[in-house]
């Protein structure tokens, strides 16, 4: 059974930065395309990850809005995604989802596997 949990998040101010993980569990690395998709207070659930990461045909992808800001990358030693985030924003406030499906590119536009997520929240 896959099972994703993410991790990191929590409470930083606007310019900071922040470190999520997403430890995975029950599925082979190499097979996968892993994104992360967020919900801001209000909205609903993007229906595309802002960030992806795909070791079965190594793609990346990063959305506009976080583009040059954060960074997606697998430890796959440890089965974990990570997403480092700095110059945060308090528009980057949301729910962090981690996603997975196999045999599939960036970006993820839908998963079989998710996260319950982690908080994050930017002040101003």
């Known amino acids: 059974e896959v099972e994703l949990v993410e991790s990191g998040g929590g409470l930083v101010q606007a310019g900071g930065s922040q470190r999520l993980s997403c430890a995975a569990s029950g599925f082979t690395f190499g097979d996968y395309a892993v994104g992360w998709f967020r919900q801001a207070p209000g909205k609903e659930l993007e229906g595309i990850s802002f960030s992806c990461i795909s070791s079965y045909d190594d793609s990346t992808f990063y959305e506009d809005s976080v583009e040059g800001r954060f960074t997606i990358s697998t430890n796959s030693a440890k089965s974990t995604v990570y997403l480092q985030m700095k110059s945060l924003k308090p528009e980057d406030t949301a729910i962090y989802h981690c996603?997975?499906?196999?045999?599939?590119?960036?970006?993820?536009?839908?998963?079989?596997?998710w996260g319950l997520g982690t908080q994050v929240t930017v002040s101003e």
């Open positions: 996603a997975a499906l196999s045999r599939a590119g960036c970006p993820l536009r839908k998963a079989t596997s």
